[in-house]
């Protein structure tokens, strides 16, 4: 019998900043850019130029550092990370090492039936590397020094996670944090958020740990979860066989679902870091970090609690609606624009999310807009609309960015409440059922609900179901009363 396992999981996370400009230099960081049209004698690293340290870069790591209770460095200073690769253009990277901007912080990340509080171990600055072009390229590679010294803020947790799922809620948690900030767009697609894992596994009840192996590589939530629960399998099936695990660092094959080596696992003097000479160590000054603070966003987590007090929504409904921010003003603004507050959240978690993920758009990138279902869902409150006609015009809503009105006018789409003009639809549907009126007639009672049903199909989904169902049972009653 296999001796249990214990996993001990660290995440380095990696976030682009939402900033105009690169960190030492006025090179431009617009995505998609001719390949190096936006590279200058400093991000290239040519000889005489000097760095000088973006302002707003260094902002809205303290913002993000402040947000995640870390503590700011007394000190902080820049350092060179000496290593060699195609796409760093200078042959090492102006990093942090001994004085990172901040450090001891945390993270509370829920799951299903707790809340996981994940130690920060520091989060600092430094500029990214180029990127390397292998695909439609034989015989080599290209490479692209655009992305060359767009401002990087890494972000390393402490081994204090235990499962693939732990590590999930971890990250999800966090890229929603830094998007309520305003940091990042966090867009795993185009490398704004990438995400390095640490993985060891040790003997259950073993207190030393064990041989911490990385895996790069790594573009989404999925890949991530996906390697860990390979790795884990990988290194146990090791131990099993009385193998040594090997410190190194792997890739994530997406295509074969499994991690390969990759090389050798690199220790801090393998990069000889020594101070950064072009950039002066410097301190921040207290009034201006209070600054900083007094412009911190209601976070998810607190922007939660309020809407269940505020609202009066349930634990889930409001961890669902602030999971992201523009769904979470998108809800606000449409119990603003009239809506009652859990019809509101029903409508936000099913038809808008369900839009959404359908299209794989985001909202700023719909013609939705929160009066428009307010009115909506005003329609359906009132019974002046029935809910299947209603989902009906929030797909037109959704596509055109008309007002449910004029879509209800031009389509004809009005409740049906008149029973005189139910009537001649339900006898229609009374004489084509046969086998279900025979079957309300042999007292079941389900059969109505079914009658119901096609009533609403015939008139797709105008008529009033409250009014159709006491019509039929008007209508089968009669059947019963005359055998």
């Not at 996993?7 to 998609?32: A, D, Y």
């Not at 999800?172 to 704004?192: P, R, W």
């Not at 624009?337 to 936000?348: E, F, K, S, T, Y």
Request: glycine share 4%.
């Amino acid at each position: 019998m296999r001796e249990a396992y214990e996993t001990v999981i660290g995440l380095e996370v990696h976030v682009q900043l939402n900033t105009q400009t690169k960190i030492f230099c006025g090179c431009p960081t617009t995505f998609g850019a001719p390949p190096n049209s936006q590279v200058c004698p400093v991000c290239l690293g040519l000889p005489g130029a000097l760095p000088v340290l973006n302002r707003q870069a260094f902002e809205l790591t303290l913002r993000t550092a402040l947000a995640l209770h870390c503590q700011i460095s007394e000190r902080i200073k820049f350092d060179r990370k000496n290593y060699f690769y195609p796409d760093l253009p200078k042959n090492y990277q102006i990093s942090q090492y001994d004085l990172p901007v901040s450090h001891d912080g945390w993270v509370d990340a829920p799951l299903e039936d707790r809340t996981v509080r994940v130690r920060i171990h520091r989060a600092h600055l430094e500029e990214d590397a180029g990127k390397l072009l292998h695909e439609g390229v034989q015989d080599g590679s290209l490479v692209d020094f655009n992305r060359a010294g767009i401002p990087l803020l890494e972000i390393v947790s402490e081994p204090d996670l235990t499962s693939s799922e732990a590590a999930h809620a971890y990250l999800t948690t966090l890229k929603t944090i830094l998007q309520y900030l305003d940091v990042s767009d966090c867009n795993m697609e185009e490398g704004s958020l990438r995400c390095d894992v640490n993985l060891s596994v040790r003997r259950a009840g073993a207190q030393a740990l064990g041989t911490k192996v990385e895996i790069k590589n790594l573009n989404s939530f999925k890949a991530v979860r996906a390697a860990l629960v390979f790795e884990q399998h990988r290194q146990q099936q090791l131990l099993d066989r009385g193998e040594r695990i090997v410190q190194e660092t792997r890739l994530w094959d997406a295509k074969r679902e499994l991690t390969a080596s990759m090389r050798s696992k690199e220790e801090a003097s393998d990069y000889r870091y020594f101070p950064e000479p072009d950039l002066v160590p410097f301190e921040v000054a207290r009034d201006a970090l209070e600054r900083i603070r007094t412009t911190l966003p209601e976070l998810p987590h607190a922007r939660a609690e309020r809407f269940m007090q505020q609202y009066g929504l349930p634990p889930y409904d409001a961890h669902v609606l602030t999971a992201d921010k523009a769904v979470a003003e998108f809800f606000e603004a449409t119990v603003t624009g009239g809506a009652p507050a859990q019809p509101a959240a029903h409508w936000v978690m099913g038809e808008v999310l369900s839009f959404l993920n359908a299209q794989q758009l985001t909202l700023a990138r719909t013609s939705l807009q929160a009066a428009h279902l307010a009115r909506l869902i005003g329609l359906v409150e009132r019974h002046e609309l029935t809910r299947p006609v209603a989902k009906e015009v929030f797909v037109e809503m959704a596509r055109s960015g008309q007002d449910p009105q004029t879509i209800i006018a031009a389509k004809g789409w009005r409740r049906v409440a008149d029973p005189q003009a139910l009537a001649t639809v339900v006898d229609q549907v009374l004489a084509e059922q046969t086998q279900s009126v025979a079957d309300y007639r042999r007292g079941k009672t389900t059969a109505l609900m079914y009658l119901v049903g096609q009533c609403m199909k015939a008139t797709r989904g105008q008529a009033d179901p409250t009014v159709v169902a006491e019509l039929l049972r008007q209508r089968l009653t009669n059947l019963m009363t005359k055998e």
